[in-house]
């Protein structure tokens, strides 16, 4: 017989008490991992639907959110394949997604289990009369079909239903997620993005199988009395899908995939949702802003959700799929590593962590191994790796579903820049266009459809509209300027009406540099990743002091659970990006809480894409990025003591990256100081050549990699940063 919880729960206190550790400690700390250790897992059943071949709007990426979404309840969070059902293109009907809900969910699930809905595709609204306030949001199924004057029945399924359908299931731990937008702006696609709305004005009404079938639900018993619902934006915004390189997938569905691989057991959903919410707002802007729709009572079912499914494993970039070539090479699944990552894995080395523990009358066994992989290719976010070592046959084999973790990133010395050229331009300006971006080092322009970085065209009233009231609309209108993915302009990238392309692209490229030296230093942010434990925060000193926002790397703690945030920071966790008025004062703080010297580099970028050293000054002080920081001590930016950093520029999206190393950053200090275009005692600096100093960032990494790197055996002409020996945690918010 094994050991009765509570027995085992005592003699691991006891263990932990020889260590300064109470057991009432250990208990109220480690309770709930245990738990998922000594009591029997409950069911989890999936309903996962995605709808790409419709035949007036054709998406891409939703069978690709329905893989993105199996893929992390498999290997993420322990659903038994077989209790996942999908249904993607032609068998998602309306009446084969109603009919497995009923009989895959709501029949099977009882009180305990944990129930997840996915939808990605098309949505609407249908009218039940003439009224606005009488239409109903509804998603469109693979036989959607055209209103006639003498027949106005669509095929949509109501989201009441929906709902209807979630109170009804036997148990709290229900989740319904739903990538898909309900209002048709007019246009197919923004920027980059396609649109997940039905294509065309609402004039449609619900079938009488549909009214029939929320009248059944109706009229049966709800054990529920709330659920939560999350949704890709607001009611009145528009959700988007995007392609990447090698795949197409929603903005909605891989952010919050990605988010959930890298939760940890003491990660709120609260967490998870608002970093995937910002992931999105990134890319979208205020177009698209997820959201967490309680059904107009509370959000704790979405929080007991969260509770019962983050207890299957600790933060993972992706899984093993299979194992191939006798052993020799393995297939991965990398959900949790960003697209921008992704895009350049190639030659990057993954750990592999394998526990196996065992409680009996006798022991606490724990056999685990590590392995590494050599990742060799990838084909969208399947990759195929080679085993680099021979694992100890005694203590298992590596098999499907253990999990993977960054363990040296590599990325190529020479990442560019892509821009994508406006299909509102005209031939010769596309082809003026193109000969002048060839002229820029590292910046390329393709079409309008493929994946770019950035946006080059004229400011149309179409984009007038969608930016910021703080522009005159007037002013800018069909001049030539720089625009994210999501056609929102970029403030300070206009030029003077009546000047050529060839004119406009060479006054670009100081922003262009600018945006690509931001583009670099995000690619080290490796919060989820990092082996170095530091931690920081960002407070406000005025109109209020307090604490706003915590970032920290959450696997530095060696196992892998960390202790949850504060209660004054997850307080304050905004379902989002957090909003900064203009002339509020902010401090950034630095904890050093691992047993090393450590050195930081502070850099931000401001709503225009310019970049700025936070901490740099000339002669050395507590706030200089030249002086170490002790083990246990901390670094505040500006100083402690000063007024803090003024929030100011254009409205819009700024983000501030704390870059830690075991090394210091001499090649860095030395860029700066080439080229200044301020006094050295002014903060912060705003950098003249920052893709030189962008550069010299990853060299002074990859040196302080070196170690590790040839500990493996690793040899490589690209950049090699290992997780141990450096930290970048990323703080991004929204000036308002």
């Known amino acids: 017989m094994g050991l009765k919880r509570r027995e085992f729960l005592q003699q691991a206190g006891r263990v932990l008490a020889a260590i300064g550790i109470s057991e009432a400690g250990w208990l109220r700390l480690g309770s709930r991992y245990l738990e998922a250790l000594a009591q029997p897992t409950a069911r989890k059943l999936a309903l996962l639907v995605g709808v790409d071949q419709y035949p007036d709007s054709p998406l891409h990426g939703c069978v690709t959110d329905v893989e993105l979404q199996r893929e992390l309840l498999v290997y993420r969070f322990g659903f038994a394949p077989s209790d996942i059902l999908t249904l993607t293109d032609a068998g998602a009907t309306r009446d084969n997604i109603e009919t497995a809900f009923v009989t895959h969910l709501r029949e099977q699930a009882k009180p305990g289990d944990v129930v997840v809905f996915h939808f990605s595709g098309c949505g609407s609204r249908v009218s039940f009369g003439d009224s606005p306030a009488k239409m109903q949001n509804s998603l469109v199924p693979a036989d959607d079909v055209v209103p006639l004057l003498e027949n106005r029945s669509v095929n949509d399924i109501l989201e009441e239903t929906v709902l209807q359908l979630v109170r009804s299931l036997a148990t709290e731990n229900a989740i319904a997620i739903l990538d898909t937008s309900h209002t048709y702006p007019g246009f197919l696609k923004n920027g980059n993005f396609r649109i997940r709305s039905r294509p065309r004005p609402t004039i449609g009404q619900p079938s009488l199988a549909e009214l029939t079938f929320v009248e059944g639900l109706q009229a049966g018993k709800n054990n529920r009395s709330a659920i939560a619902l999350l949704s890709a934006a607001a009611n009145s915004q528009i959700a988007g899908e995007q392609e990447w390189n090698g795949f197409t997938a929603g903005l909605f569905t891989y952010a919050l995939t990605q988010s959930l691989w890298l939760a940890t057991p003491a990660s709120s959903f609260s967490v998870s949702f608002s970093r995937a919410a910002g992931t999105v707002e990134q890319m979208a802007g205020l177009s698209q802003q997820p959201q967490i729709r309680p059904d107009n009572l509370t959000t704790a079912p979405t929080l007991n959700f969260a509770t019962s499914l983050m207890l299957n494993s600790a933060a993972a970039d992706g899984a093993v799929t299979a194992v191939e070539d006798g052993g020799k090479t393995v297939q991965l699944w990398l959900g949790g590593l960003s697209a921008g990552v992704l895009d350049c894995c190639e030659g990057s080395v993954f750990a592999v ?40 046959r005694t203590k298992g084999q590596l098999t499907a579903g253990d999990l993977v973790r960054e363990e040296i990133r590599v990325l190529p010395r020479n990442i560019g820049l892509t821009v994508a050229l406006d299909s509102g331009l005209e031939r010769i300006e596309r082809v003026d266009a193109t000969s002048a971006f060839a002229t820029v080092p590292q910046v390329s322009a393709v079409g309008s459809e493929q994946p770019a970085d950035f946006r080059f065209g004229r400011v149309s009233e179409t984009i007038v509209a969608q930016t910021p009231a703080a522009y005159e609309p007037a002013l800018y209108q069909g001049r030539y300027g720089l625009f994210s993915v999501s056609q929102m302009l970029i403030p300070d990238t206009q030029g003077d009406g009546g000047e050529a392309v060839k004119v406009a692209v060479q006054r670009l490229i100081p922003q262009l540099k600018a945006l690509q030296a931001g583009k670099l230093l995000r690619l080290t ?190 040899s490589t002409d690209d950049l090699a940063l290992d997780v141990n020996v450096w930290a970048t945690l990323s703080f991004v918010y929204r000036v308002v």
């Open 353 to 392: 962590d394998s526990s196996v523990k065992s409680i009996d009358s006798d022991s606490l066994e724990d056999s685990s191994y590590t392995s590494r992989l050599l990742l060799r290719s990838r084909t969208g976010l399947s990759a195929k790796a080679q085993i680099l070592d021979k694992l100890d």
């Open 525 to 714: 942010v490796n919060e989820t990743s990092s082996r170095l434990k530091v931690r920081a925060v960002l407070a406000t000193l005025a109109p209020q002091a307090r604490v706003m926002v915590q970032r920290e790397s959450v696997r530095a703690s060696g196992d892998y659970r960390l202790e949850p945030l504060s209660a004054e920071t997850e307080k304050l966790s905004n379902l989002g990006i957090l909003s900064l008025p203009i002339g509020s004062r902010i401090q950034y703080r630095l904890y050093n809480e691992s047993d090393r010297p450590v050195y930081a580099a502070v850099f931000s970028s401001d709503t225009a894409g310019r970049l700025l050293a936070m901490n740099y000054q000339a002669e050395s002080d507590a706030g200089a990025m030249s002086m170490a920081i002790a083990p246990g001590d901390n670094l505040s930016v500006p100083a402690a003591g000063a007024l803090g950093l003024a929030v100011s520029g254009a409205v819009g999206l700024a983000e501030t990256l704390i870059i830690v190393s075991e090394n210091s950053f001499d090649r860095t200090l030395a860029a700066i100081a080439a080229e200044m275009q301020q006094t050295r005692d002014t903060l912060p600096l705003v950098l003249l050549n920052p893709l030189n100093v962008a550069r010299a960032v990853l060299e002074d990494l990859h040196v302080a990699s070196i170690p590790g790197v040839q500990k493996l055996g690793i």
